[in-house]
């Protein structure tokens, strides 16, 4: 039998779990990144809109920038949720969503644009929406790098990046190249005293491109970094850290996780 106090007292809890892990994370992040500015993606894929919510609303510690992976999931949560968040798309990249994906307006970047086919696809997306709302901004895109060589992980190779980030500034206006994005090895995420090969050939593939278009190179940011290695991904340049499991804990199976049930519960 469903108990409306008990269910308020345990949202409550949750808000307050919530803020506290943020909490942390935003010290920590300060910490290691001295007189810098890092933006935090609170990665919330698969957690319910209440979470997202909470945090967003925290009057200590608001959070405004969350990352989720599937298209779906993110179509969902936009349309419940407050239009002041800005969301970040950081899964892999399907290129018949794209044009969808482009027309959230809230879309603040999709960090995981890996060929000139989707930013196309992106930019068409986009262009239409800023012809029927001149007043929402440009699309950020991120060029995702396969650092690691992975053949499971999406990416370009580091020198396929100046074609496609030539392209996006040349043939994409709807578009702003904002920088470039790593996944890497989860194996080298484990090795804390030992330099992360990812976060550095991330940087000097950042640095290359930078020459090459005649760009300053901190005008290209760096996403890089998650929950077990985030700090060590500041130490390496990072600009944008993606943490998840340090702020919103384990996440369920995919098919048990809720969007709107939770979040109508939050609102009412």
Not at 111 to 128: F, H, N, Q, V, Y
Not at 207 to 235: P, T
Request: charged residues 25%; contains cysteine; hydrophobic residues 40%.
């Amino acid at each position: 039998m469903f108990n409306a106090a008990e269910e308020s007292q345990k949202m409550r809890l949750r808000a307050q779990e919530l803020v506290e892990n943020v909490t942390h994370v935003l010290k920590t992040i300060e910490k290691a990144a001295g007189p810098r500015k890092v933006r935090l993606v609170a990665v919330s894929k698969l957690k319910p809109a209440s979470d997202i919510l909470a945090l967003h609303n925290a009057a200590s510690t608001p959070t405004s920038h969350f990352g989720e992976n599937y298209f779906q999931e993110l179509t969902e949560k936009s349309g419940i949720l407050p239009p002041s968040i800005n969301w970040h798309f950081i899964g892999t990249l399907q290129s018949n969503k794209c044009k969808s994906l482009a027309s959230i307006p809230n879309l603040w970047a999709v960090e995981s644009l890996d060929s000139i086919k989707k930013a196309d696809a992106l930019e068409k997306g986009r262009a239409a929406l800023l012809t029927s709302n001149p007043s929402v901004a440009p699309l950020r895109v991120f060029i995702q790098v396969n650092t690691s060589n992975e053949e499971s992980k999406s990416g370009c190779q580091p020198p396929e990046v100046p074609v496609l980030a030539k392209h996006i500034v040349k043939s994409c206006p709807s578009l702003i190249l904002q920088g470039l994005m790593t996944i890497g090895a989860i194996a080298r995420s484990k090795q804390p005293d030992v330099p992360n090969e990812d976060f550095i050939l991330l940087r000097e593939t950042r640095d290359k491109l930078a020459q090459e278009l005649g760009w300053e190179k901190d005008s290209l940011e760096l996403s890089m970094g998650m929950s077990e290695d985030y700090v060590a991904a500041i130490g390496e340049g990072a600009t944008t850290v993606r943490v998840g499991l340090s702020i919103f804990g384990a996440r369920p199976p995919k098919q048990d996780s809720k969007v709107k049930e939770e979040a109508v519960a939050a609102q009412s």
